[in-house]
Nanobody, 120 residues
Framework: QVQLVESGGGLVQPGGSLRLSCAAS????????RAWYRQAPGKQRELVVV???????NYADSVKGRFTISRDNANNTVYLQMNSLKPEDTAVYYC??????????????WGQGTQVTVSS
């Protein structure tokens, strides 16, 4: 069984910063890709950033230059550093991973979501 556990959301003023964390645990054989998605009220879930096994990344245009993804492979954890936050960044942020567990093929896994609210 594989689980993704997120932390780090909260309320922040415009221009502020937050760092999200997502720890993967369980019978993990390998991880192909990790990503962060977000979903604002009344909108579809959208990709924020993806980091692949080779370390390459792709960011949504709306967060380029403000958000940075990083990872700690030893602890199967990814981070999302969010700077210069704007009210339009307000959303539930979801961690995603494409993982091969022992005895299974690659599957998609999602975290429970963490609320990020940017407001004065």
């Amino acid at each position: 069984q594989v689980q993704l556990v997120e932390s780090g959301g909260g309320l922040v003023q415009p221009g502020g910063s937050l760092r999200l964390s997502c720890a993967a645990s369980g019978s993990i054989f390998s991880i192909n890709a990790r990503a962060w998605y977000r979903q604002a009220p009344g909108k579809q879930r959208e990709l924020v950033v993806v980091i692949r096994s080779d370390g390459s990344t792709n960011y949504a245009d709306s967060v380029k230059g403000r958000f940075t993804i990083s990872r700690d492979n030893a602890n199967n954890t990814v981070y999302l550093q969010m700077n210069s936050l704007k009210p339009e960044d307000t959303a539930v942020y979801y961690c995603y991973a494409f993982i091969r567990a022992y005895g299974l093929g690659y599957r998609e896994y999602w975290g429970q979501g963490t609320q990020v609210t940017v407001s004065s």
